[in-house]
């Protein structure tokens, strides 16, 4: 259950950012995450929309969400693989000094805000 925390992380940091920007409103937030970071994605947007009904910064907002391809290294053989398909053990030279490149991370990719000038004539 810790997407409950990350939907928490998230709406602090991007109304930070939104205060800095002088925002009033977000339309969206997408978040980028790797394939073997645990998180469960319904999860995520059942939070999301649970907890942003707290915010009237959020309201109405909605969660996008891309997963990050997990892929793993090998330092003998010095070639990059897909992890979920192989995990540890390298395909090319059946190693197992490998380690993750990528596919374990989070971060906010973009912020949507609303035009504070669409509503004007």
């Known amino acids: ?9 998230v709406v602090k940091e991007v109304s930070k950012i939104a205060e800095e920007n002088h ?3 977000i339309s969206s937030v997408t978040l980028e995450f790797g394939e073997v970071s645990g998180i469960v994605t319904s999860y995520l947007y ?3 929309d649970w907890y942003t009904k707290k915010f009237p910064l ?4 909605k969660l996008k969400c891309e997963e990050i391809p997990a892929v793993t290294w090998c330092d003998d053989c010095k070639i990059t693989y ?27 990719k973009e912020i949507e805000v609303e035009d504070p000038g669409e509503d004007t004539p």
């Open 58 to 61: 959020f309201e109405g907002s």
């Open 82 to 108: 897909s992890t979920i398909k192989y995990g540890k053990t390298c395909p090319h030279c059946g190693s197992g000094h490998t380690w993750l490149l990528r596919g374990n991370e989070m971060r906010i």
């Open 23 to 25: 925002v009033s409103k």
């Open 46 to 48: 059942n939070y999301w």
């Open 1 to 9: 259950m810790h997407e409950l925390g990350l939907v928490n992380y």
